[in-house]
C-alpha cells in the first residue's frame, strides 16, 4: 500500500508541483487549500505525513501542527517556511513537527526530507508493536492453556517469574518448555537483560564446556581467539540449558559450582569470572531415574530444581487443544479459518506423540493446503484420520497402545518398544535412542537388561 501524504498550501501553483513530485515518487497524495480544509480531510484520509505551509491565511501552519498532534501524536509533520525564517521552523519543531524545509527548495531535497520521515514514521509503528508483544508476553498472553493441568503451571510460573530461584522444567519434547522458560525470564526483573539459550544435546560432549564457560585463546588446538562463553554472555540475564538431562557427567560439576559461587572460570584460564546469571533449566528425560543409574548427580538436581515444573503433555490435556488450534490460525494470519465438528473432534482425540509442537506444524500444513476456509475431517493427515478420536477409545484415553484385558508384563512391553526402535531405526543406537526420546546411554543400558543383540550383518 502507497504511504498517503496530505499537503496543506494556500499557493496553489507550489501546491501542484509538490502533489506532482509526491506522486511521481510513488505516493497517494491528497492536497488542501487551508488550514480548516486540511484538518477536515485530515480525518477522512488518515495520511502519515502532513506537509503544511506555515504562513497562511486564517488557521496557519502553527495551528495546524498542534491539530494535527492532537488528533494523531504518532503522524509525523513537515512545515514549510520561506528563506531566513528559520526561527519560526525551530519553533514548529519544538512543538512536535519532524522537519522542516524552505523555500525555494528543489525536487530531490523534497523526496529525501519526505523518505526519511516515512522511515522513521515506520520504525516507530515497528517499535509499538513489538512493545505491544512484549506486553502481551508479560501479561503471560502468549501462554495458551485452561485446563486444570496448565492453570496450575501458569500459577507457579507466576509465581516464581520475579524471583532469583533457579527452575527446573519438564516434560515431553514438545510441550513448550522453552515458552515457559522465556516467560519466566520476561515477567522477571531481569527481562531487560538477555535470554541465553543453550541446548546440551545438540553440542558434541568436547565442545560443550568452551559453549558454557568460553575458553582463552590457546586453550586448545583450533582455539584461534578467547571465546565468551553462554554463561557470561547471560550476565544479569537468564541462561536456559534445554535438554540439561543430556550433559556429560564430568561436565557437571563445574555447571554445580558455577550455580553455588555465581562463578565460572573459562577453558584454559587461570581467572573466575564473577557473574550474575539465573539458570531455568529443562530436560524431557526422567532425571531421577538417570541419577538413579549414575549418570545425573543429585546435587546438581537439586541445585537446578529448586522450583519444579512439570509440563503434563497434550494428550493429557485435551481441553486445551480447540483454544491451540484457534492461537496458531491467527498466529499464522488466518483468524477467519474454523473447523467442522468431525475435524475438531478427530485433532481433539488424537494422541498427538509430538505434542504442542507436532499440533502447530499440522496446523500450518493445514492453512497452507485447505481448500476453503473450514477445515473438513478430509483435510486431515491420513495418520490423524485414522487414529483420532472418530472411532478409537485409546486415542480418547491419552493412550497409544491397547492392552489386552487379562494384563500384560511391563518389562516385556518395555523389550518390544526398544525392539521396535531399533528395527525401525534398522539400529541405528543413536536414532533409536532420539526416536524414544532418551539418551543413548539409557538406551544401551535397557538393551543390556533385556539382553537384545544386534543382528550379525551378512
Not at 583450533?222 to 553462554?230: E, F, N, R
Request: aromatic residues 6%; hydrophobic residues 40%; proline residues 5%.
Amino acid at each position: 500500500m502507497r504511504p498517503k501524504i496530505l499537503i496543506i498550501d494556500d499557493d496553489t501553483s507550489l501546491r501542484r508541483v509538490l502533489e506532482y513530485n509526491l506522486q511521481e515518487a510513488g505516493y497517494a497524495v491528497a492536497t488542501a487549500s487551508s488550514g480548516e480544509d486540511g484538518l477536515a480531510l485530515f480525518d477522512e484520509v488518515s495520511p502519515a505525513l502532513v506537509i503544511t505551509d506555515m504562513k497562511m491565511p486564517g488557521m496557519d501552519g502553527m495551528q495546524v501542527l498542534k491539530a494535527v498532534k492532537e488528533r494523531s501524536p504518532e503522524t509525523l509533520v513537515i512545515v514549510i517556511t520561506a528563506f531566513g525564517t528559520v526561527d519560526i521552523a525551530v519553533e514548529a519543531m519544538k512543538a512536535g513537527a519532524y522537519d522542516y524545509i524552505t523555500k525555494p527548495f528543489n525536487r530531490d531535497e523534497l523526496r529525501l526530507t519526505v523518505a526519511k520521515a516515512l522511515q522513521f514514521s515506520g520504525l516507530t509503528v515497528e517499535n509499538k508493536r513489538l512493545k505491544d508483544e512484549l506486553s502481551d508476553r508479560s501479561d503471560f498472553r502468549s501462554l495458551v492453556g485452561s485446563s486444570e493441568a496448565m492453570e496450575k503451571v501458569f500459577g507457579i510460573v507466576r509465581k516464581v517469574a520475579d524471583t532469583e530461584a533457579s527452575v527446573l522444567i519438564t516434560g515431553e519434547s514438545g510441550t513448550g518448555k522453552e515458552l515457559i522458560a522465556r516467560s519466566i525470564h520476561a515477567n522477571s526483573g531481569r527481562r531487560d537483560s538477555p535470554f541465553v539459550a543453550i541446548n546440551c544435546a545438540a553440542i558434541p560432549r568436547d565442545l560443550l564446556e568452551s559453549e558454557l564457560f568460553g575458553h582463552v585463546k590457546g586453550a586448545f588446538t583450533g582455539a584461534v581467539k578467547d571465546k565468551t562463553g553462554k554463561f557470561a554472555l547471560a550476565d544479569g540475564g537468564t541462561l536456559f540449558l534445554d535438554e540439561v538431562g543430556e550433559l556429560p557427567l564430568e561436565l557437571q560439576p563445574k555447571l554445580l559450582r558455577a550455580l553455588q559461587e555465581r562463578t565460572v572460570e573459562p577453558v584454559g584460564g587461570t581467572k573466575e569470572l564473577k557473574l550474575d546469571v539465573r539458570v531455568v533449566a529443562a530436560t524431557n528425560l526422567d532425571i531421577e531415574q538417570a541419577i538413579t543409574e549414575g549418570v545425573f548427580r543429585e546435587d546438581l538436581y537439586y541445585r537446578l530444581a529448586v522450583i519444579p515444573v512439570h509440563l503434563p503433555p497434550l494428550r493429557q490435556r485435551r481441553d486445551d487443544i480447540p483454544p491451540l488450534l484457534r492461537h496458531f490460525c491467527l498466529k499464522h494470519g488466518a483468524g477467519k479459518v474454523t473447523f467442522d465438528k468431525q475435524s475438531l473432534e478427530t485433532l481433539t482425540g488424537y494422541a498427538w506423540p509430538g505434542n504442542v509442537r507436532e499440533l502447530e506444524n499440522t496446523v500450518e500444513r493445514l492453512l497452507i493446503l485447505r481448500n476453503a476456509d473450514t477445515i473438513s475431517f478430509d483435510d486431515l493427515p491420513d495418520k490423524i484420520r485414522n487414529n483420532g478420536a472418530a472411532t478409537g477409545t485409546a486415542a480418547h484415553s491419552g493412550s497409544v497402545v491397547n492392552l489386552p484385558d487379562e494384563g500384560y508384563s511391563l518389562e516385556q512391553l518395555e523389550r518390544e518398544v526398544v525392539m521396535q526402535a531399533l528395527e525401525r531405526n534398522r539400529w541405528n543406537q543413536a536414532a533409536a535412542a532420539r526416536f524414544l526420546r532418551i539418551p543413548r546411554h539409557t538406551l544401551i543400558y535397557r538393551m543390556e537388561k533385556y539382553e537384545i543383540v544386534p543382528p550379525e550383518k551378512d
